[in-house]
């Protein structure tokens, strides 16, 4: 399977995860907004929360749960801030990860990593 496509069902596994088991809502799908991109944003009850996703095979050299550097938490600040000035958002929000390990064709292992940024908005 090709990373794009990986990638691609990745975020399909990752939404249906976030819809069927927790019961959220997905809002957006890859949203681009202040040049950068925001894989996931969903609700979670009454609280925005914006989702980035993870995937890569079993046995890649880095797990996708530590995939995220300073970088890139940067960037998805960024973003989620600019989504929630353009809302005009005053409740609670946080950015997530969610790591998904490929190990088989059709299977694979999920983390879910709640409010990687270690402090929700507002």
Avoid: S
Wanted: aromatic letters at 6%; charged letters at 35%.
């Amino acid at each position: 399977m090709q990373r794009a496509e990986m990638g691609r069902r990745g975020e399909e596994a990752a939404a249906r995860y976030l819809e069927e088991t927790l019961g959220w809502q997905v809002t957006e799908r890859n949203l681009r907004i202040a040049g950068k991109e925001i894989d996931l944003v969903c609700t979670d009850g009454d609280e925005l929360v914006f989702v980035e996703v993870r995937t890569r095979k079993a046995g890649w050299m880095q797990p996708a749960a530590t995939t995220v550097g300073p970088r890139k938490l940067r960037r998805l600040c960024t973003a989620a801030g600019a989504y929630v000035e353009r809302l005009r958002w005053r409740g609670n929000w946080r950015i997530d990860l969610l790591a998904l390990t490929v190990k088989e064709e059709h299977r694979c292992t999920l983390r879910h990593i709640r409010d990687i940024t270690g402090e929700a908005g507002p």
